[in-house]
Nanobody
């Protein structure tokens, strides 16, 4: 079972930036599409960005133009650069490998997530 560890969260002011990292424990990571997800308390987890093994990306409308997903297959790591943050981006952020279908259908166990809080 691949283990995922997210890092890079924190408190940031509106308009600020953060970069999240997610490192997988196994090199098979390189063969999987990866996604960044976020969960606001009381709401379901949503996928906000995806990247294929070759690097093709797509984004939810809510983050398009502000967030950038990337990956380094040699480091088994996927990144999420978040710019122009707003309080609506406050959430716990997770990464995983989507299976397709429903958002929660993923290949691996969820990590602990990274808390991002956007507040002045």
């Amino acid at each position: 079972q691949v283990q995922l560890v997210e890092s890079g969260g924190g408190l940031v002011q509106p308009g600020g930036s953060l970069r999240l990292s997610c490192t997988a424990s196994e090199s098979i990571f390189r063969h999987y599409a990866m996604g960044w997800y976020r969960q606001i308390p009381g709401r379901e987890r949503d996928v906000i960005a995806r990247i294929t093994p070759a690097g093709t990306t797509n984004y939810a409308d809510s983050v398009k133009g502000r967030f950038t997903i990337s990956r380094d297959n040699d480091k088994n790591t996927v990144y999420l650069q978040m710019d122009s943050l707003t309080p609506d981006d406050t959430a716990v952020y997770y990464c995983n490998a989507p299976r397709g279908g429903s958002t929660g259908n993923v290949f691996w166990a969820w990590g602990q997530g990274a808390q991002v809080t956007v507040s002045s």
